[in-house]
């Protein structure tokens, strides 16, 4: 199983940046996936996540109003980044676990696959 974080970058306070993660290698029918980020010194941090028919959603509440989490196919999963700030700035990683209901996953432990992360960093 692969999951191939991508679209993370350099943006300005404020601006916006949709982070995709593309997963591979097996069916993803019974898996919720979700986003999680790390910045340096801190502890990983769960942000979102959607259930395996993408129908549930669940935002941390550190970051509800401002970024939203979309499953567009079983395979596809965005993150959409809305007025960014500098605390912001992390690496951002795409999790997937399996979920033997169509509920959301929060916890770091239960996802049992991961993506290798994309920096995003937000300059004041």
């Known amino acids: 199983v692969q999951l191939q974080a991508s679209g993370g970058g350099l943006v300005q306070a404020g601006g916006s940046l949709r982070i995709s993660c593309e997963a591979s290698g097996r069916s993803f029918d019974n898996i919720a996936m979700g986003w999680f980020r790390q910045a340096p010194g801190r502890e990983r941090e769960f942000l979102a996540s959607v259930s395996r028919s993408g129908r549930r959603a669940n935002h941390a509440d550190s970051i509800k109003g401002r970024f939203t989490i979309d499953r567009a196919t079983k395979n596809t999963v965005y993150l959409q980044m809305n007025g960014l700030k500098p605390e912001d700035t992390a690496v951002y990683y795409c999790?997937?676990?399996?979920?033997?209901?169509?509920?959301?996953?929060?916890?770091?432990?239960?996802?049992?696959?991961w993506g290798q992360g994309t920096q995003v960093t937000v300059s004041s």
């Open positions: 999790a997937a676990g399996e979920s033997t209901w169509d509920g959301t996953l929060k916890m770091a432990h239960d996802y049992r696959y």
